[in-house]
């Protein structure tokens, strides 16, 4: 009884520690490229899914196609602490501005996670500051290495690019979706 | 078939000088703040019919009659693996293929000499046939060639990985100059922000970039990046911000866009005319004598600009309702 109470603390806790993230639009009609789960080849998504069928494909985001200066919003609390802006917002693929993110903001949340919101449309990204979810944070675009109006969201375990992880929960991601409604594969716009 | 026209006729800039021209630019952004405005016009692209391919025209150098072109097949999800490099004489319609998946490319003045970067972020020399010379570096993007051909900048990405994201912000990164000469490479910033070399001094002791380095207003260290153009010397590594050094207009997001790459210079490159992208339209860049930047406005909407006359006018590119629209505009 002592071990299962002891359980039911720790996964108590650890729900509480854990940022969980609403859908960073207002609606979701489509999502056209996921984090891909399978570098080596095509891209393969959280629930094995073969998304797209040429090789070579390393996408480490989510991204969803919306019209230009569609609104972006905070999937969760937490500080605004990165911001670029002025690169300039024609879709192309030779551009490295923002290392290839484009226009961007970054959020980092209560468990240290962060959120990244790329592409963005020049001139929308809002300043530097502590954010509520829900709250705007820009607008979708079409900057740095991008062909085509879409949000580029990524989630980061830190600050480091180097700790991405999939939002998405499935036999090809980890178990615990970080949505706060993974909705199959629609997530909700609701804040935790 | 969609024709995005851009042409270069890539010139160096001579070298900035003045400790006032901080000063001299501030004061010119506020005077201009007035008159900036961030137009909302469509990127110029000419529709020839064939929606399945893209045709972007990177490079066209007068002198030689040469321009250097990417072929965009298929959806925008696969443009990210790049395009077909070809290049053309003026007057002709044949082709000459120089290499696949190719993001960007610079041409030399003379038209001889090609520097690529492809879609696994490597960066390779060919010849105008097509013939790949060598492999410059491990990692790296947007190349240009030095005036002289002895250089080739680049923004340097990591060594080891693969995606450009986390490439651009694993060290090493920044600005590099490879020297053909004596085969050495220089990296000459080692900021995550500079992301794109524009041009060489005339004497080759200066590179020309775009930066998106923390603005001076940040919050507990906090990056709040704009775009603006940089200058390093290439003997100190000393580097300078010449753009949007006003820093109450920039926090109220009154900004001068980076000067692009294939930016059309003057024959005595005291004017250098840059679309970098259809929102932010046509804008101008004066220098004085001594190369120092003294003014940078807008001057139209639309993009594509080229030379009509060289020196006293160019045609630009406006779509409207669907068309586009050339016309000329006068910029003594």
Same mark, same amino acid.
């Given at each position: ?65 919306? $019209? @230009? *200066? ?6 969760? #609390?937490? =500080? /605004? ?60 675009? $079409? @900057? *740095? ?6 949000? #580029?969201? =990524? /989630? ?37 | ?332």
């Amino acid at each position: 009884m002592l071990l299962t109470f002891f359980f039911v603390s720790v996964q108590s806790s650890f729900a509480q520690s854990v940022v969980r993230y609403r859908l960073p639009l207002s609606s979701l009609s489509t999502i056209n490229a996921w984090y891909d789960h399978d570098s080596s080849s095509a891209e393969r998504r959280y629930d094995g899914y073969t998304a797209w069928d040429y090789p070579k494909n390393i996408h480490s985001g989510t991204d969803f196609p919306k $019209s @230009s *200066g569609t609104s972006i919003y905070a999937g969760a #609390h937490g =500080e /605004l602490y990165y911001r670029i802006d002025n690169c300039p917002n024609a879709g192309s693929i030779n551009s490295t501005c923002g290392g290839g993110f484009g226009n961007q903001v970054r959020i980092k949340h209560l468990d240290n996670k962060v959120t990244v919101y790329a592409h963005m449309k020049l001139g929308t990204p809002v300043g530097l500051q502590s954010i509520l979810c829900g709250a705007k944070v820009g607008g979708v675009g $079409s @900057s *740095g290495s991008a062909t085509g109006n879409h949000l #580029h969201f =990524e /989630l980061w375990s830190s600050t480091s690019i180097g700790t991405r992880i999939d939002p998405f929960s499935g036999t090809y991601s980890q178990p615990t979706s970080y949505w706060v409604n993974q909705n199959s594969g629609f997530p909700s716009t609701s804040c935790q | 078939m969609l024709v995005l026209q851009n042409y270069n006729k890539m010139k160096s800039i001579k070298l900035f000088s003045s400790r006032a021209y901080g000063l001299i630019l501030s004061a010119l952004t506020i005077i201009l703040s007035t008159s900036i405005v961030f137009a909302n016009a469509p990127q110029s692209i000419t529709d020839s019919g064939n929606s399945s391919q893209t045709i972007i025209e990177l490079d066209h150098k007068a002198t030689s009659g040469k321009t250097l072109l990417i072929e965009l097949a298929g959806s925008e999800d696969e443009h990210f693996h790049g395009g077909e490099l070809v290049i053309k004489s003026d007057g002709e319609e044949d082709r000459t293929l120089i290499a696949r998946n190719i993001m960007s490319a610079d041409l030399s003045d003379d038209g001889l000499l090609i520097a690529a970067w492809n879609s696994d972020n490597q960066i390779k020399l060919f010849n105008s046939t097509g013939k790949e010379m060598r492999r410059i570096g491990v990692h790296g993007a947007s190349p240009i060639i030095s005036p002289n051909k002895n250089y080739i900048a680049y923004n340097k990405l990591a060594n080891t990985g693969s995606d450009l994201h986390e490439l651009s912000e694993t060290s090493p990164h920044g600005i590099a100059v490879y020297n053909l000469v004596t085969d050495k490479e220089d990296i000459v910033t080692t900021s995550s922000d500079d992301f794109q070399p524009v041009a060489f001094s005339d004497d080759m002791t200066k590179l020309y970039f775009n930066s998106t380095r923390p603005y001076p207003t940040t919050k507990n260290g906090y990056s709040n990046g704009v775009a603006s153009l940089w200058m390093v010397d290439l003997t100190t590594k000393k580097v300078t911000r010449l753009t949007n050094t006003n820093e109450e207009l920039v926090m109220r997001g009154v900004m001068v866009p980076t000067l692009d790459v294939r930016a059309l210079w003057s024959s005595d490159n005291k004017t250098a005319i840059s679309s970098t992208d259809s929102e932010s339209g046509i804008w101008r860049f004066d220098f004085n004598d001594k190369g120092m930047l003294v003014n940078a406005r807008k001057i139209a909407s639309g993009t594509s600009p080229r030379w009509s006359n060289l020196d006293n006018k160019i045609k630009i590119s406006t779509e409207i309702d669907g068309q586009v629209i050339s016309q000329e505009l006068s910029v003594q």
